[in-house]
C-alpha cells in the first residue's frame, strides 16, 4: 500500500537595497534583492517548508535556524537538498510541487524555466514535477507596494508502507 501524504508552505521576505534577488535557486537582475538570514529565496523556503509539513517535520525555522551562524547567506537550493535527504530517510519520495511567487516586480516569467530545473535537479525529480507561477497582489497591500515578494507552495510525497496486515 502507499500513503500520500500533502503539505503546504508560506514565505514572504522584505525587498531592500544591496541584496541579490534569488528565487528558486536563480539569481534575478533587479534594483532590490530579499533580506533575510541566509540567501532569502521565499520561493525555495515555502517549497521546503511544504515538504517538511507533508511529513510532518516540523518547519524551516526548525531545522535551519535563522540564529546559527552555520546558516548565514546559506544557499537556500542545498537546504532544500538536505530537507529532500531527510524526508528520503524516512522512505518518502516527492510526487509533485506546485508553487506560486506573488510579486509586483520584476517579470518572474522568463526565469521560471530555471527555477524549475534548479528547483528540480534538488528535489531529484522531474521538472515536470516541479511547477512554479507567478502573480501580483494588484497594487494591494505591502507585497503590491512592492515592500517584499512572498511564495506559497504545496507539495504531494508517497511511502510505500509494509504493512503486515495488508495481507
Ligand atoms: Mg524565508
Redesign the pocket.
Known amino acids: 500500500m502507499t500513503s500520500f501524504r500533502v503539505g503546504i508552505g508560506y514565505?514572504?521576505?522584505q525587498l531592500v537595497e544591496g541584496r541579490a534577488l534569488i528565487l528558486g535557486g536563480v539569481t534575478i537582475d533587479h534594483e532590490l534583492g530579499l533580506k533575510?538570514h541566509?540567501d532569502?529565496?521565499?520561493l525555495t523556503?515555502a517549497i521546503i517548508d511544504a515538504l517538511l509539513g507533508a511529513a510532518a517535520l516540523g518547519d524551516?525555522g526548525g531545522h535551519f535556524p535563522d540564529s546559527d551562524e552555520r546558516w548565514r547567506g546559506a544557499d537556500s537550493v542545498e537546504l532544500l537538498r538536505q530537507t529532500v535527504g531527510l524526508l528520503s530517510d524516512r522512505g518518502y519520495s516527492i510526487g509533485n510541487v506546485d508553487s506560486i511567487i506573488v510579486a509586483e516586480a520584476p517579470r518572474m516569467k522568463p526565469h521560471i524555466p530555471a527555477m524549475r530545473v534548479q528547483l528540480a535537479d534538488a528535489m531529484r525529480v522531474d521538472s515536470d514535477s516541479v511547477s512554479v507561477k507567478a502573480t501580483t497582489d494588484e497594487g494591494l497591500g505591502p507585497i503590491g507596494r512592492r515592500e517584499g515578494i512572498a511564495a506559497r507552495a504545496v507539495a504531494l510525497i508517497y511511502r510505500r508502507e509494509n504493512n503486515r496486515d495488508d495481507g
Open positions: 514565505d514572504v521576505h533575510g541566509s532569502a529565496d521565499a523556503h524551516i
